[in-house]
Nanobody, 120 residues
Framework: QVQLVESGGRLVQAGESLRLSCAAP????????MGWFRQAPGMEREFVAA??????YYADSVKGRFTISRDNRNNTVYLQMNSLKPEDTAVYYC???????????????WGQGTQVTVSS
């Protein structure tokens, strides 16, 4: 079982930046693909970014604004979000899987989520 704990979500204004963190306490996840997903009210959960070995992947809607990174020594993955827009408002989740996927339901391990709200 992989426990994931997200943090860093808060209310920001459009154009500001925010960094989310996802920690896996007591667990080495260097062999896992780490993904960030988000879910806005009334919407389905959607892929945001993934870090698979040394490669990164992004949804078109965040490409050029968001950056995913990982610190295997500290078992933490980050999502740096710049130039935030109101449409980025959602609950953000990190997830882990052993193989690369952009499909939420294919990830077996999830954090509890952290709320990001971007005001206009």
């Amino acid at each position: 079982q992989v426990q994931l704990v997200e943090s860093g979500g808060r209310l920001v204004q459009a154009g500001e930046s925010l960094r989310l963190s996802c920690a896996a306490p007591g667990r080495t996840f260097s062999n896992y693909v780490m993904g960030w997903f988000r879910q806005a009210p009334g919407m389905e959960r959607e892929f945001v970014a993934a870090f698979a070995w040394s490669n990164t992947y992004y949804a078109d809607s965040v490409k050029g604004r968001f950056t995913i990174s990982r610190d295997n020594r500290n078992n933490t993955v980050y999502l740096q979000m710049n130039s935030l827009k109101p449409e980025d408002t959602a609950v953000y989740y990190c997830a882990a899987r052993q193989l690369l996927s952009f499909v939420p339901h294919e990830y077996p391990y999830w954090g509890q989520g952290t709320q990001v709200t971007v005001s206009s």
